[in-house]
């Protein structure tokens, strides 16, 4: 059984930080990429970023220079550090992992969504 599970989201003014963290747990192989999706109400889950086990990093336009992703493979777990926020950032923020656990090949988990609030 793989798990992901997310903290650090909150409340925070516009111009502040969170930083977000997303442990995986449980019968894991290997860990492929991590990334970080976001969804505001009524809207689709957006990618925000996401980073190979190798460290290279991709990023929504809309937080490139603002959000950094990070992770620590010994620990499996990827953080997403996000700077200046903005009020369009309000979203539940969802970690994802693509993870070999004990059947062979790869599969995409989530975790439980971590509520981020950003106001004015």
């Known amino acids: 059984q793989v798990q992901l599970v997310e903290s650090g989201g909150g409340l925070v003014q516009a111009g502040g930080s969170l930083r977000l963290s997303c442990a995986a747990s449980?019968?894991?192989?290997?860990?492929?990429?991590m990334g970080w999706y976001r969804q505001a109400p009524g809207k689709q889950r957006d990618l925000v970023a996401t980073i190979t086990s190798g460290g290279s990093t991709n990023y929504a336009d809309s937080v490139k220079g603002r959000f950094s992703i990070s992770r620590d493979n010994v620990k499996k777990t990827v953080y997403l550090r996000m700077n200046e926020l903005k009020p369009e950032d309000t979203a539940v923020y969802y970690c994802?992992?693509?993870?070999?656990?004990?059947?062979?090949?790869?599969?995409?988990?989530w975790g439980q969504g971590t509520q981020v609030t950003v106001s004015s």
């Open positions: 994802s992992a693509r993870i070999q656990g004990a059947l062979p090949g790869y599969r995409n988990y």
């Open positions: 449980g019968s894991i192989f290997d860990i492929n990429d």
